[in-house]
């Protein structure tokens, strides 16, 4: 079976909205579905797939959303930004408002006067952040280090365990949903 299609049935098991199953049901290209994956629930929701293995894989999406992804993709929902980055390396200096890092082993620079949100999930990130962001990291295969700065501004939250798939179906490897 199609991954994709399998995710959407995951999903809809794990009882998305109608709203999200519409717009799924209504994509008509891959730019759609990144769109969607991009939005602010759809950045979580990729994330703790990616983390707690109920997801896609990093390896399926570089190769079939390699034209939307590490920079090649900004998302405008016309009040806020989205872009994602899968197995990045270097340095990127963040643009978006909402930023979804998968698999990568990266600097990632805020600006001055820059606010932003950022998911991580199975990465080492190095922060530098010179303007205002808030980290999620998600599972336990994450590290995130926190450049010292007299005007760093950043808040770490982490998440040991998925949102969305049930506690005894994480310890089965989050096959049930």
């Known amino acids: 079976m199609n991954d994709l299609l399998k995710l959407k049935r995951v999903a809809e098991q794990l ?24 939005s602010a629930q759809g950045i979580e929701f990729v994330c703790d797939g990616c983390a707690f293995g109920w997801g896609l894989t990093q390896e399926y999406i570089l190769k079939k959303f390699g034209d ?15 872009e ?4 990045a390396k270097g340095e990127i200096t963040l643009r978006s408002t909402l930023n979804l890092l998968v698999g990568c082993n990266c600097t990632i620079v805020v600006p001055e006067r820059h606010i932003c949100k950022v998911y991580v999930c199975n990465s080492i990130v190095h922060l530098d952040c010179k303007g205002h ?9 994450c590290e995130v280090i926190v450049a010292d700065g007299l005007h760093s501004d950043v808040t770490l939250y982490k998440e040991h365990k998925s949102h969305w798939v049930k506690e005894e179906c994480q310890e089965d490897g989050g096959e049930c949903a």
């Open 15 to 38: 009882n998305i909205c109608g709203r999200y199953r519409r717009t799924w049901d209504n994509a008509a290209n891959l730019q759609d579905i990144m769109d969607m994956a991009l």
């Open 68 to 82: 939307y992804i590490n920079g090649r993709y900004q998302r405008n929902m016309g009040g806020y930004t989205s």
């Open 84 to 87: 994602m980055y899968v197995e």
């Open 133 to 141: 962001c808030e980290v999620y990291v998600y599972g336990d295969g």
